[in-house]
Structures are given as C-alpha cells and as structure tokens.
C-alpha cells in the first residue's frame, strides 16, 4: 500500500516538473507561443462566438413565439405553390374561408379552447389625430374579443372589446405604440378618437411593446371584425380562425377535432382532400430553428477549418523548437533522461499552448456572440456544450501537433545532440 502512495506521489511530482518545464519553455519564447495562442483563440472564438449568438437567437425566437401564441394552431385557406421560372410562390388557392364558415365553426366547436375569428383589413394604413398622422405601415387587423388571447398580446393601458361591442358593430379601435409615439405625444390616447379613411375610432386600449419582436406588433391596429367587414370590404376575404386549449397538451387532439368538424362545415366527401391547412404556431419557429442548422454546420466547418491551421503552425513551431533545443535535450538524456521524459514533456508543452489559446477564445467567443444576440434582444447566455467541445477540441489540437515532434526530440541521440552547435 505505501509503495502504491509512493508511487502516485512520484507520478504527480513528474507531472508538475513536466509542466514547469512546458512554461519555462513556452516564456522563452513567447512571441511564437503566443502568435500560435493567437490562431488557436481565433478557431475557438470564432465557433464559439457564432454559435453562443444562434444560442441566443433560438431563445429568444422561442420566448417569441410562445408570446405570440405557440400553444396554438390556425385553419387558413390552403396555399398553393406556383412556379414562376426558376422560383416557386406560395399563393392562396380559390378555396377562401368565409365569414358564415368562421362563425359557424366557432359556434359548434365545443372543446375546451380560446376560438378567434380575423381577418387583414387593410396593410400600410394612415391614421390620423388632429394635424398628425401616422407613417403609411400601419396594419389594420378586424378581430373579435378572443383575439388577444390567443395571439400572445397584451393591453398595457385600457381594455379589451367587449363581446357586445362585437356584435354592436362599435367603432373602437386597440393601437399599438407606434400609433401611440406618432398622435399622442405625452398625451392620453384612451378616449380620444383617431380617423382612417373618414372612419372614426375610438381609443379603448394600448397594446403593450414587443420592441424589435417577430411581426412588428407596434404598427397595428385593432377593430372589431363586424366594423371592419363593413369599412374594408373586398371579394372573397378569407378569414383566419385560430385555436388555442385551454390546456396546451391536448392541442394534437383539438387539432384533429377541429380539422374533422371544419370539414363538415366544408361539406367536404371523406374521400376529398382537405381544401384547407392546419397551421401549428410552433412549426414555424420548428422550421426557423431547423434552418439554424446549417448555420451551425457552417460556423461549425470554419472554426474547424481554423484549428486545422493552428494544428499546422503548432507542429511547426514544435518542430523548428526541437531543433532550437538540441543540445538542451542531449544534456538531458545525458543526466538520465528516458525518452519518454521527453516526449512527455514535449507533449504537455503543446497541450499547454492549445489549452491557452483555447481558453482566451472562448472567453472572447461568448463575449461577442452574446454582445450579437444581445443586440437582437435576448439575454444572455454560455453554451456549456460547445465551450467543452471547445476545450477537447484545443486539447486534440495540442495532442496531435506535439506528438511527432515530441517522438523526434525523444529520438535524439544524445552524443550527436551534445555535438550540435
């Protein structure tokens, strides 16, 4: 048992002179140790630096989409898909979902879920208070009162419609702060009344800001949808019916009961196809993360690409090191020196350089890539998995470019060393 102690004790002696070796080594010369720290932090930071900034970009793109609604899902008319040259459209087909479809849906869906009925009203509108009016950006959303639930929104001042307002065919209006910044500078807006196209609103609510979020919620505006089907009336509107459950785990089995009774509503023959889409909010940030992906892959292939490079320039400055230190490693095997010793010691000089280099590219990595996501809003983050990567990948780079020189200086025959000038 002591000569096992003995052992270990002497094991790890071994291992701290090898590593006061690598650093006395390295400081004598710094300038290609850290010219080498150099190519290796710029590897690391940046892969890192990139993906820390998807990291933080697919956070926030979630904590978006679960605002605007994600436990939810929409029937809207089917797309079709036209192919103009080398470019394919999306267009919706002759299949529009009117207004006695929408309602008749609402009135017999019976499951336990939030249902909205909306439609455009108008894009890129005008309002006007007094001698002020609004840029020509202003979206106009005819909806009823179910629509800010299940869209994710919120009235930071005043209210929500009311269901009878609904039905009154009342002419209110709920803006957003864009609206807010441009016609009621420090002034109240609720109450007052705002003007699009000779129609008079009145202000009941504010919504509150999402800032630079996902759909620009700032510049809208929304009118109760029996206004808006009287104000904004064009052929064939198709209106957008969305579904949120009251619990977000059954919506799989509300989906399938709303396409079933939708199509009922439809007189669609059970052989028909669907002439209508059942569209899940969180599919779509599914499909954006799913193109992060190749964003990842890419930064992925450049920052391997980069360590490749410091691989290389660390072989190189190894090899010309053992070279320069001929006559240090005869001396040494000289006084008892085994060539593992050397190898060992070699080794550990690389694995130092990279393990540094490493260390200061990461760092810089996350500062950048959160100072990008932070830019875009979301919040700070490290990514653990890929600063750990990060650490074996330095360690590998450091491995793999000492050994060879470490075998070389630890085939050094000792009298020819010591004869080297």
Known sequence: MKNGNKKKVKQLTLLGENVRIAFISIKSNRVRAVLT????????????????????????????????????FSITSKAVNVQIGNKSYRHKNHSHISYFEATQFREQFQEPAWVSISFQAAWLATFRYKDKKTNPNINVTGTD??????????VESGRNFLPQE????RHLVI???????????????????????????EVIGVLKSKGNSFGNDDSRAII????ARQYFPRANISYRIVIMPYDPRNMEMLANEAEGLFRNVRNLNPRDESDFEI?????????????????TVAATIIGLITLFGAAVGLMNIMLVSVTERTREIGTRKALGAKPKLIRQQFLYEAIIIGQLGGIFGIILGIIIGNLVSMG????????????????????????????FPAVKASSIDPIEALRYE
Do not use: H
């Open 37 to 72: 720290m150099c190519i290796i932090a710029f590897g690391i930071m940046a892969l890192v630096g990139i993906l820390t900034a998807i990291d933080g970009i697919k956070g926030k793109l979630s904590n978006q989409f679960t605002m605007m609604g994600a436990n939810s």
């Open 145 to 154: 009162d179910n629509y800010l639930t299940v869209s994710g929104l919120e």
């Open 166 to 169: 609904i039905e009154n065919n």
């Open 175 to 201: 803006i957003g702060q864009d609206i807010v910044r441009y016609l009621f500078p420090g002034v109240d807006p609720i109450g007052q009344t705002i003007t699009i196209s000779g129609l008079n609103l």
């Open 224 to 227: 109760p949808i029996t206004t």
């Open 279 to 295: 569209e899940k909010s969180d599919s779509i940030v599914a499909l954006l993360l799913e193109n992060l992906k190749f964003v």
């Open 376 to 403: 875009m809003g979301s919040s700070f983050t490290v990514p653990w998995g890929w600063v750990i990567g990060g650490m074996l990948a330095c360690f590998g780079v450091g491995l793999i470019s000492g050994y």
